[in-house]
């Protein structure tokens, strides 16, 4: 059990069966709707057992091992998501208190996503920390997935003044940090049993969660990392040709030329971070020039009767979540909304377009991608349904309450 545990009794089954028995979420804002929507669908289709744990895909797959494990380490069944997905639920729930200020949501995460993580903290090894699975001693620890807790924790710190969530976040920034030494000249490596590279994903993040920190404590070791870490990265695997980011250097020196929208969408948000502590333009033109570099490779043109849209879709729901983070950030302190309005209209289009016969998501925003599946058929002919990863629903919803709160 985690150290850090709120000091409040675990209440799951109340908590779920008084959110169950709610009637809409009290707003006619559709993006909140549609939001609230989605955790309703997660916690009915992806609930294990009586446990706040969730199950990686929906349907499940009980014949699936989990991996992820420490070298030698026995797999078992993958019966509940890797800490990963399950994070994105936090996600999820911190987007929504922000966009609604409903206490109910507080609730939810003290009583339930909370406890859950409880599962992957691992006290066998120091620093502490969250491993990638509920096998907490024997599974590896990635320092991304870690920041990103860090960073929903510091948030719902600023939104609540609760010392609690900073107690976490300054948790787990102990052990981002002992991942961080200067072989490449600084930054972080991606997982703690496998230091061959060091990734933007996990030093944009990381930039971002240090001057949050800043901005929560107001102690300067956090502005120093913080720039400290966005320096690197962007000297390191910027592609200075569009100014998004490459994916890692690994120690023998070699770049990664793979793109991903979440490490450009970071840097992107740690931009506009420096920009708005530091006053320096310098951090603002690059996080536009990021912006534009994601529009032009990111968004892609889809007929919508008689419209034209510009569609988010990287192929991946969540990693286009995570740059939605740097596009608002961007539009509240430059007041370009072509970006945001683009979200917008995507999220729109999804929500009548992209979701199964179940009301979820797969890969892709712009359309309901079952009828992609060729094979799995049985003796009568019927499909199997499609698995549909848990990240991806709560990256949906995320976005869509993040969406609820921005003025156009």
């Known amino acids: 059990m985690n150290n850090m545990t709120l000091l409040r009794p675990f209440v799951f089954a109340a908590a779920c069966a008084a959110f169950f028995t709610l009637s809409g979420c ?29 199950a990686e ?113 300054r948790d787990i920034w102990r052990f981002v940090m002992s991942g961080r030494d200067d072989v490449l000249g600084d930054g972080i490596y991606w997982c703690e049993q496998k230091k061959g590279s060091k990734n933007a994903c996990s030093n944009a993040p990381a930039a971002v969660c240090a001057l949050k920190l800043y901005k929560a404590t107001g102690e300067e070791e956090f502005l120093r990392t913080g720039r400290e870490l966005y320096e690197w990265t962007y000297t390191t695997l910027r592609d200075a040709e569009d100014n998004l980011y490459f994916d890692n250097k690994s120690l023998d020196g070699r770049i990664s030329r793979a793109k991903y929208s979440y490490n450009s969408g970071q840097m992107i948000e740690a931009g506009v971070l420096l920009y708005s502590i530091t006053g320096e333009d310098r951090f603002l033109r690059e996080a536009q020039a990021t912006a534009r570099g994601c529009y032009d490779k990111w968004f892609k043109e889809v007929r919508d009767g008689e419209n034209t849209l510009h569609i988010m879709e990287s192929g991946d ?43 979820l998501f797969g890969k892709f925003l712009s359309r309901d991608d079952s009828a992609d599946d060729k094979g799995g058929g049985n003796r009568r002919g019927r499909r199997k349904a499609k698995r549909r990863w848990l990240l991806t629903q709560a990256a949906y919803a995320e976005m869509s309450a993040r969406m609820a709160k921005v003025d156009l």
Do not use: C
């Open 317 to 359: 729901v969540w990693f286009d979540a995570v740059m939605l983070r740097g596009l608002i950030a961007l539009y509240r302190a430059d007041g370009d909304g072509r970006y945001v309005s683009a979200v917008r209209a995507t999220l729109d289009y999804a929500w009548r377009n992209g979701r199964d016969a179940d009301g």
């Open 57 to 169: 895909n929906y349907p499940r797959d009980t014949s699936a091992r989990a991996t992820y494990l420490a070298e030698g380490a026995d797999q078992s069944v993958n019966e509940y998501s890797y800490l990963w997905p399950y994070s994105g639920t936090l996600s999820m729930m911190s987007a929504l208190y922000d966009a609604a200020g409903d206490e109910s949501d507080l609730e939810f995460i003290d009583h339930v996503v909370v406890e859950g993580l409880d599962r992957y903290y691992d006290t066998s090894r120091e620093p502490y920390a969250y491993s990638s699975y509920i096998t907490a001693d024997r599974s590896d620890r990635f320092y991304d997935d870690n920041i990103w807790l860090a960073i929903d924790f510091t948030d719902l710190y600023i939104a609540t003044g609760n010392p609690d969530y900073l107690a976490y976040a």
């Open 26 to 54: 009290g707003s006619d804002n559709a993006e909140l709707n549609r939001a609230r929507n989605m955790k309703k669908t997660i916690y009915s289709l992806y609930r294990v057992d009586d446990s706040p744990l969730l």
